[in-house]
C-alpha cells in the first residue's frame, strides 16, 4: 500500500514541476561524509566504550548563480536532515560541524558518570557491552531532481543502549521557486483524502486478493 502510494505521489509531483516556471541554471549537490568513533573517556587508555558516528548529509553546491537563494535552499537541508536547530547555521559544513559536536556531548553527558561510577562494582564483561555503547546514524540523498522541484530522502538509526535502535526514513519534497515543502494539501483540492484512498485502494486490490483491502486512511 505505502509503495502504491508513493508512485501516485510521485506522478503526481512530476506533472506539477511541467507545469512551473522553471529557470536555466544548474543545481548541484555535494556531500559531507563523517565516519567516526568517539570514546566515551578520551582521557583513559581503553577504547571502549565508544559510540559510532557515520554521516551522510547531502546538500546543494550550486543553484541558479544565485548565492542568497543557494544559502536558503542549503537552510532547508540542514533543517529537514539535521533539526531545526540546525537550519540557521552559516554553512553546511558548520551543521554538520556543530551537530557532530553536540551529539558527543550530549553521549559522554548521559553515559560518562554512570559509567565511571560502576567500574568498580560490575565486571568488564558486562561494562563493554551495549549499555555504554550508542551509534548514530545519518543517510541523506537525492531522489528526483528536476528545474522546478528536488525530493530528498534521510535516513536516521540512533542507538543508545537499549534492546535495539530506533530508525525512521523521512521523505521531503522542496519547491525550488519557493523552497516550500510540497504537501498534499499543496497538489490536490480541498477533500482530497476520501478520494485519493479510493483511487490506491482500487489500484492496490486490482487483482491482488491476498491482500488486505481495508480502505486506507491518508494524512
Known amino acids: 500500500m ?15 514541476s511541467c507545469t512551473q516556471k522553471k529557470e536555466n541554471a ?12 568517539v570514546l566515551l573517556v578520551p582521557e583513559s587508555k581503553d577504547t571502549i566504550p565508544y559510540a559510532e558516528l557515520n554521516l551522510e548529509f547531502v546538500y546543494p553546491k550550486t543553484f ?5 537563494k543557494l544559502k536558503n535552499l542549503q537552510k532547508v537541508f540542514q533543517k529537514y536532515i ?26 559522554r553527558d548521559e553515559v560518562k558518570q554512570i559509567y565511571l561510577s560502576n567500574i568498580g562494582h560490575t565486571s568488564k564483561d558486562h561494562m563493554y557491552t551495549h549499555i555504554y555503547s550508542y551509534n ?7 531522489l528526483f531532481t528536476n528545474d522546478s522541484l528536488v525530493s530528498i530522502s534521510n535516513y536516521t538509526y540512533n542507538y543508545t543502549g537499549g534492546a535495539h535502535g530506533m ?3 523521512l521523505l521531503k519534497s522542496i519547491d525550488l521557486n ?42
Request: with cysteine; hydrophobic share 35%.
Open 178 to 219: 519557493t523552497l516550500q515543502p510540497i504537501t498534499l494539501q499543496s497538489i490536490f483540492q480541498a477533500d482530497y483524502e476520501e478520494s485519493l484512498a479510493e483511487i490506491i485502494q482500487s489500484s492496490q486490490c486490482r487483482g491482488e486478493a491476498y491482500i488486505s483491502c481495508a480502505v486506507a486512511r491518508i494524512y
Open 167 to 169: 530508525y525512521s526514513t
Open 136 to 142: 548514530q546514524e545519518i543517510q541523506s540523498s537525492i
Open 82 to 107: 539535521l533539526g531545526e536547530d540546525y537550519t540557521n547555521a552559516p554553512t553546511p559544513q558548520k551543521a554538520i560541524e556543530n551537530y557532530k559536536e553536540n551529539y558527543i556531548e550530549s553521549y
Open 64 to 68: 541558479r548563480d544565485n548565492k542568497h
Open 26 to 37: 544548474p543545481l548541484t549537490f555535494d556531500t559531507i561524509t563523517i565516519q567516526e568513533k
Open 2 to 16: 505505502k509503495n502504491l502510494f508513493y508512485l501516485f505521489l510521485a506522478a503526481f509531483l512530476f506533472m506539477w
